[in-house]
């Protein structure tokens, strides 16, 4: 496995971890981050990273998406669409990334061609976080427009629009697809997916950074502290509570491997730590291992050597059975808040956003704008036919 992190210096670390059985025959594993490689290919800091089983992607304020072959340890080139910066990235599986920038776009990739199947004008504003759910028939939006937006990802359109009081900056799917939840500031929304209303709030002492599902029912939280808090979105009681970095967390990565179900902190105090969780959610997970970056981390993931084309989720998603016009009819009755169906935003511009600086060796400086390519194709294309013609005359 390897830690991957991007930080305000411009730079994506990756750090290989391999489990070694302590000496002395002690049943207990060793964990020991070492330094893999430095990736410095965007000009600004960078704002999100997505892994799947094969890439790296990170996103930055220089509004590129920078593509890393973790096979090949090579950059793969850059994705050259976006006007503003990066604010997300997702993965569904290994076919499709989905992006979204302060343009207020959102973007679908072909994950293997490396095209723009899909570009969605998505907010008014910012898009400020995206999700997409475990079946990858629906994503959920949230931008500086005071909307969440659920998106059809089989038609390619938008389903509807609930307006929210405030700006959201996070909003995320359960493992199971059965709930999600919408972060303002230090108040978390919990939605259920039956209903699409809010069947609970969980409020954290600071602004929350970071949010993951570590089960069905458990949210683990970070926020502008040192602090991470497990919350059960039922009861919506703190379960427990951790001291887990010197300065406040930025971002957390859950995951399972065999044994061990594993979360990853990373902090502005330069740190990358693995904790082991515990069966009893009540109970603080132990520390793994822990490296300093020695730089101010913004982003973190992990990428896990696994050779898989199937979905990535390990529990069974829940399949959104409610239709749209029920879910409008529900969530018309929630006093202040209304949903409209939305088609005049849902026009998709199909573009072809070809993948630039493809090489077999890492590419340095910045990535090729594609318009003057195009012009260039168009202008040979002209000619050939004007020689083709002159040709037929003769």
């Not at 502008?224 to 919506?236: G, W």
Request: glycine share 6%.
């Amino acid at each position: 496995m390897e830690l991957v992190a991007g930080c305000y210096e411009q730079v994506l670390f990756g750090f290989a971890v391999h489990p070694e059985s302590k000496a002395g025959g002690d049943r207990e594993q060793k964990w020991t981050p070492v330094a893999d490689f430095t990736h410095h290919a965007h000009t600004a800091s960078l704002s999100a990273v997505a892994v799947n089983s094969r890439f790296v992607v990170t996103g930055s304020k220089d509004e590129t998406i920078h593509i890393y072959d973790m096979k090949k340890k090579i950059d793969h080139g850059s994705l050259v669409h976006h006007n503003g910066t990066i604010t997300c990235l997702k993965f569904h599986g290994n076919r499709h990334l989905i992006s979204g920038a302060e343009d207020g776009v959102i973007c679908v990739w072909d994950a293997k061609k490396w095209e723009c199947l899909k570009s969605i004008k998505a907010h008014r504003g910012h898009v400020t976080f995206l999700s997409i759910h475990p079946s990858g028939k629906l994503a959920l939006s949230v931008g500086t427009d005071k909307t969440l937006r659920t998106w059809n990802l089989v038609e390619g359109r938008s389903a509807f629009i609930k307006n929210i009081k405030q700006n959201a900056h996070i909003v995320e799917w359960s493992p199971r697809g059965e709930k999600y939840v919408v972060v303002i500031l230090n108040h978390i929304d919990v939605y259920r997916l039956d209903t699409a209303s809010v069947s609970g709030i969980i409020t954290n002492e600071k602004r929350v950074s970071s949010v993951t599902f570590v089960s069905e029912s458990v949210l683990a939280v970070a926020g502008d502290e040192e602090v991470v808090r497990f919350f059960d979105t039922d009861s919506l009681t703190c379960l427990c509570e951790f001291k887990a970095h010197d300065n406040r967390v930025k971002d957390m990565f859950s995951f399972e491997i065999p044994e061990h179900h594993v979360i990853a902190t990373a902090s502005s105090d330069g740190f990358i730590k693995m904790w082991k969780l515990k069966q009893d959610k009540k109970v603080p997970p132990s520390l793994l291992c822990e490296v300093n970056t020695k730089a101010r981390l913004t982003c973190l993931g992990v990428w896990l050597d696994r050779v898989t084309d199937t979905k990535e989720s390990q529990l069974p998603a829940a399949e959104p059975s409610v239709s749209e016009e029920e879910q409008s009819k529900g969530n018309k009755k929630e006093s202040g808040d209304t949903v409209q169906e939305e088609e005049r935003q849902s026009k998709l511009n199909t573009k072809k956003c070809a993948l630039t600086g493809v090489s077999n060796k890492p590419t340095k400086g910045s990535s090729q704008v594609l318009t003057k390519k195009r012009k260039m194709v168009e202008t040979l294309e002209k000619k050939k036919r004007k020689k083709e013609k002159i040709r037929m005359m003769q």
